[in-house]
């Protein structure tokens, strides 16, 4: 739209104004009637000249000063769920499949004056399950938290297998079946094999976690005896993780002694026997194992040490 300046319009104006002078005097009577149509056509005229000075020029938005319509960002707050077990600074999760409860206690400090192995250990914290997924077993679910310093000080036997632990931790070498792995509280009776060995971290620390069987003779593997376990340290070095977790597998016998005819002959074979079977352990899957390996994993990934 064309924009006049006000005094361009005045100019008009006065032209228009000397012209309707003009025709008033020079007409006649008789054209009176005409006079006054010219005169009302030129009065509209300057009436629209004034309202379009009047009116703004209508102002057409560019792509240059639309400003874009930014998206408001959402934020949900997203609670972390607390976990199952809290005690004196040490907590975890657990399933409902694993167990249905746990209990929680402190263990006074014991010395063995005969150094018999396991018999000493430091006060420390354990964490009993009740209801666990496996019953009549040889091994108690059992979570154990050690002061290391302490546990060094009091036993020489427990002292070489946390060095051994530390070590493996700091280099994580890779683990073949049935290496020979560290287990705390030390006991009484030998590996027998090892399967499923991984390195795994915790919150604030990290272990070793694989499949066993401790004895003090040949025997077959089985579902009462073969447990979970998995020793790991805190970041700082100051406390052990130690967990023995009964577990089983429906491809393993429940009682290994009835699967043997001859124990001569069992005996003999014995290691060609164990190569093999801790081999099968080790290519299970893990969802097929009571419990699920995957949620034993997972509930030690939760502990944490607040120490």
């Not at 009116?55 to 792509?63: E, G, H, L, R």
């Not at 000080?153 to 683990?175: A, K």
């Not at 069992?266 to 194992?289: H, K, P, R, T, W």
Request: glycine share 4%; with cysteine.
């Amino acid at each position: 739209m064309c924009h006049l300046s006000p005094r361009f319009v005045r100019f008009i104006v006065i032209i228009l104004l000397l012209l309707l002078a003009s025709l008033a005097c020079s007409i006649q009577k008789d054209d009176q009637g005409q006079a006054d149509i010219d005169i009302q056509l030129t009065t509209i005229a300057i009436q629209q000249t004034q309202t379009a000075v009047v009116v703004p020029p209508i102002q057409i938005p560019t792509t240059e000063n639309v400003q874009p319509t930014q998206p408001v960002a959402v934020t949900e707050s997203i609670p972390t769920p607390s976990p199952d077990i809290d005690f004196e600074g040490i907590s975890f999760s657990f399933d409902d499949s694993i167990t249905s409860s746990v209990s929680t206690e402190i263990v006074p400090q014991q010395v063995d004056e005969y150094q018999f192995p396991g018999g000493t250990y430091p006060t420390h914290y354990a964490f009993n399950f009740n209801g666990y997924a496996l019953q009549d077993t040889f091994h108690q679910p059992i979570i154990r938290i050690y002061p290391i310093a302490m546990f060094e000080t009091l036993d020489s036997y427990t002292s070489d297998d946390i060095n051994q632990l530390r070590t493996l931790l700091q280099t994580q070498p890779p683990i073949a079946v049935n290496d020979n792995l560290p287990l705390i509280p030390h006991w009484n009776a030998g590996q027998m094999f090892s399967a499923k060995a991984e390195y795994m971290d915790f919150q604030n620390g990290s272990g070793v976690r694989y499949l066993t069987m401790h004895g003090q003779a040949a025997y077959p593997i089985d579902n009462t005896n073969m447990f979970y376990a998995f020793q790991g340290i805190t970041n700082d070095g100051a406390y052990l993780v130690s967990a023995i977790l009964p577990i089983a597998n429906p491809a393993l016998p429940l009682h290994g002694e009835d699967t043997i005819d001859n124990w001569t002959t069992f005996y003999d074979l014995y290691e060609s026997y164990m190569g093999q079977a801790s081999q099968q352990v080790n290519e299970y899957e893990a969802i097929s194992f009571v419990p699920s390996l995957d949620m034993l994993d997972a509930m030690i990934a939760s502990i944490y040490v607040n120490k």
